[in-house]
């Protein structure tokens, strides 16, 4: 018969295994300390913390929410003649006009906006440092499907994936906001109307933002 002794030091090791496993299982979930607080599918972080998030979790909603941090307001949108996107707040812009090569492909009117949307954060992200982003789109089917966290196509999955890392790599928080067509400033741009967009944005740059076009190689390979 085992003594007393010897009964607790064997039930101590086997609670000791119960806790490392459990341990091991919810570390897979993030890990939130004392300076971080969830909010739904985000992640609400000081812009001074020193936290950081387990990367084996995705969260729809690109990158943690900075307090104390500047406000970023984006359009986009795509006509079936260009990609177009407006920083509203820098007053920059860029009218991107589809090349054969991906009229021909078809890709669809989703991709051709999400195409838009990471576009603009690649060409602007760098400058987003710290910064909370709203990316205005009137692709209703693409703000519902960002939100969802689940794109009906590959491709699509690849563009939201490049979206996601953008925001990660210069640290700013990312969401899609619906707006309808007549209140998209981008509207007027993707359809090349720059004349009109100029008259109702007087604030705007008096040039486009250059596109590089490694960024656009690594968005549509071809």
Same mark, same amino acid.
Do not use: C
């Given at each position: 018969?085992?003594?007393?002794?010897?009964?607790?030091?064997?039930?101590?090791?086997?609670?000791?295994?119960?806790?490392?496993?459990?341990?091991?299982?919810?570390?897979?979930?993030?890990?939130?300390?004392? &300076?971080?607080?969830?909010?739904?599918?985000?992640?609400?972080?000081?812009?001074?913390?020193?936290?950081?998030? &387990?990367?084996?979790?995705?969260?729809?909603?690109?990158?943690?929410?900075?307090?104390?941090?500047?406000?970023?307001?984006?359009?986009?949108?795509?006509?079936?003649?260009?990609?177009?996107?407006?920083?509203?707040?820098?007053?920059?812009?860029?009218?991107?006009?589809?090349?054969?090569?991906?009229?021909?492909?078809?890709?669809?009117?989703?991709?051709?906006?999400?195409?838009?949307?990471?576009?603009?954060?690649?060409?602007?992200?760098?400058?987003?440092?710290?910064?909370?982003?709203?990316?205005?789109? &009137?692709?209703?089917?693409?703000?519902?499907?960002?939100?969802?966290?689940?794109?009906?196509?590959?491709?699509?999955?690849?563009?939201?994936?490049?979206?996601?890392?953008?925001?990660?790599?210069?640290?700013?928080?990312?969401?899609?906001?619906? +707006?309808?067509?007549?209140?998209?400033?981008?509207?007027?741009?993707?359809? &090349?109307?720059?004349?009109?967009?100029?008259?109702?944005?007087?604030?705007?740059?008096?040039?486009?933002?250059? +596109?590089?076009?490694?960024?656009?190689?690594?968005?549509?390979?071809?």
């Amino acid at each position: 018969m085992l003594s007393r002794s010897l009964l607790s030091s064997v039930l101590l090791k086997r609670t000791s295994f119960a806790v490392k496993f459990q341990l091991r299982v919810i570390t897979t979930k993030p890990i939130l300390t004392n &300076d971080m607080r969830s909010n739904g599918n985000k992640l609400i972080i000081p812009a001074n913390s020193s936290s950081r998030v &387990d990367k084996t979790n995705s969260f729809h909603v690109s990158g943690p929410l900075y307090t104390n941090s500047t406000h970023q307001k984006v359009y986009t949108d795509e006509s079936g003649i260009a990609a177009a996107g407006y920083w509203k707040t820098n007053g920059g812009w860029f009218i991107y006009h589809w090349p054969s090569v991906i009229t021909k492909a078809n890709p669809g009117n989703e991709w051709m906006e999400l195409f838009a949307i990471v576009l603009a954060a690649r060409l602007w992200g760098p400058h987003w440092n710290n910064s909370n982003v709203i990316i205005n789109t &009137d692709s209703k089917s693409t703000v519902e499907a960002w939100h969802h966290g689940h794109f009906h196509s590959k491709k699509m999955e690849e563009l939201n994936l490049k979206l996601r890392q953008t925001a990660q790599q210069h640290r700013f928080s990312v969401d899609l906001s619906f +707006i309808h067509g007549d209140e998209n400033p981008a509207d007027s741009i993707s359809r &090349d109307k720059k004349e009109i967009f100029r008259q109702r944005n007087p604030s705007a740059n008096s040039s486009p933002t250059s +596109i590089p076009h490694a960024i656009v190689k690594d968005l549509f390979p071809h």
